[in-house]
């Protein structure tokens, strides 16, 4: 049970700067994030930021083992046999391709919330989570589902995240093109080029802005001889520590 127990949300550094210097601010990022996660794209793939963001809650799981040691749910018969018919729906609907993904995703988010009014009977889930006394996040019930079902506490996931999220490793990957996929990633960067309409734009049209653009196309070229992953993330870390604090003792940031 103690997976199910809420832990204060921690903004990593990395988090912090890499929504710094894309222009997006902490709060925003992670309530879009936490909107796009749904329940029903288990059941299919598209191109969708939902379904990215619905697989970078599985890379999660993957990545921190959770959801390992699911909660014991007391149903009688009756529950039992509505929630697997509901189950099965949703999975039917999933494959149903006389709906588009996006169709499909709307009628799977009424199903939904059927079972989640089913499993959460009896348990006080809450749909609002704090960040600090000034700002809270709203959680939809396709997240607070999962959670249930994995017996993992919301905020677990939204800290879990947010460790996942890292300028030096995200560049490493891409220069050098190993690693892992990470859905959050993408989903960041899909932010980044525009989606959900959260830029700062006076910032990203600042000459701030295009200082850091212009330093990290230079990137793969002056660490171009640092073939390990490992290794690059290293200097990449080291490399945006030292802009970091160049950019501070010139008052550009």
Known sequence: MEDMQSVPLVVP?????????????????????????????????????????????????????????????????????????????????????????????????????????????????????????????????DLLLTCILNNTHPSRYINSMMKLVSIPDYLAELHLDEGEYNPILGFIIRVHDGYGNINNLEYRNSARFKNFIMEIQELNKRYFFYRGLEKRVAVYQEWLDDFLENRAEDNIL
Not at 105 to 133: A, F, H, P
């Open 13 to 141: 550094r990395n988090f912090k700067l890499i929504c710094e210097l894309f222009g997006i601010a902490v709060p925003a990022f992670i309530q879009l994030f936490l909107d796009h996660y749904s329940f029903m794209d288990q059941n299919f793939v598209d191109n969708s930021s939902y379904n990215l963001a619905t697989r970078g809650i599985h890379f999660i799981d993957d990545k921190f083992k959770l959801g390992t040691d699911p909660l014991s749910i007391k149903l009688d018969q009756r529950e039992k046999e509505r929630g697997v018919k509901l189950i099965q729906r949703q999975v039917k609907l999933g494959l149903n391709r006389n709906y588009s993904t996006t169709e499909r995703r709307n009628r799977g988010r009424v199903i939904t919330g059927q079972i989640y009014d089913i499993l959460s009977k009896g348990r006080k889930m809450k749909d609002i989570i704090y960040l600090d006394e000034n700002t809270c996040f709203k959680l939809n019930k």
